[in-house]
């Protein structure tokens, strides 16, 4: 039997299924849609981290990924296999569930869980070992008309990251034709707003606090310097 997985691999990360949400989020996750499969006992898997627990290093140590991802993020999924089993979310792609269950507090359990699996998945993405530096030319292209210079974006970048009040993220985005730096609190994502997302940073406590205790600026400026993965940005621009 054909599971759906929530797989982010190289073949995950090509395809190019523009997802029509369930409501009214648009074709805007081109690059990083989910494809349902067919419907299994437990629907929902834990993708592959696409480096070792330890490529990070020492950035962000393999302590920290074994928690954050061999902990937390396969909570989340364990949590929404039990949740949705059964019901009319089983066999939809995550990004089809987040955006029915956007806003909805009957659905909080569903939308958060959901909602965190992908913003994971897409977080192990936005980094790679060899990050940090200079862009790709078309993305450092496009990060200039929006934003002025490199730098500017990287200052925008984690004054979003360290100012987020509490759990969150900090997203770099496409707003229409410009790209754009927000940020959102606990598991709320960009595309229920419309808006494309690029690249991300979790700014959970448990995304540092084991490497860098409550210094969340020295976390987000490693990561920027060291971590960002520009390419991951550019080919989801698409
Ligand atoms: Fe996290």
């Known amino acids: 039997m054909m599971e759906k ?3 982010t691999s190289s073949n995950f990360l090509n395809r190019r299924d523009f997802i029509v ?3 009214s989020t648009v074709a805007i996750l081109g690059t990083v849609g989910l494809t349902g499969k067919a419907q299994a006992a437990s629907p929902f ?3 592959q981290l696409p480096y070792a627990t330890n490529g990070l290093n020492p950035i962000i140590s393999d302590k920290t990924i ?3 991802y ?4 396969k909570t989340y999924v364990d949590n929404l296999n039990k949740l949705a089993t059964g019901t009319e979310f089983a066999d939809l792609p995550l990004e089809k569930i ?3 269950t956007a806003g909805q507090t009957d659905k909080a359990a569903i939308f958060n869980n959901a909602a965190q699996i992908w913003n994971h998945t897409f977080y192990w993405q936005s980094l790679t070992p060899k990050g940090g530096g200079e862009p790709p030319a078309a993305m450092k292209q496009k990060i200039i008309v929006s934003f002025g210079s490199v730098d500017a974006c990287i200052k925008e970048l984690a004054g979003a990251a360290t100012t987020q009040f509490g759990s969150g993220w900090a997203w770099l985005v496409m707003a229409g034709d410009k790209l754009k730096v ?3 609190a606990n598991a709320e994502v960009p595309f229920t707003s419309g808006m494309k997302p690029l690249l991300t940073i979790d700014v959970w406590e448990h995304a540092y606090y084991l490497d860098y205790q409550n210094r969340r600026a020295d976390y987000v400026n ?3 310097d060291k971590l960002i993965n520009w390419e991951f940005a550019l080919k989801n621009i698409g």
């Open 5 to 7: 997985t929530t797989d």
């Open 21 to 23: 949400a369930a409501v």
């Open 45 to 47: 898997t834990l993708p």
């Open 66 to 68: 074994s928690f954050h």
């Open 70 to 73: 061999g902990k937390h993020h």
């Open 98 to 100: 987040i955006s029915a």
């Open 182 to 184: 927000v940020k959102t």
């Open 222 to 224: 490693a990561v920027l």
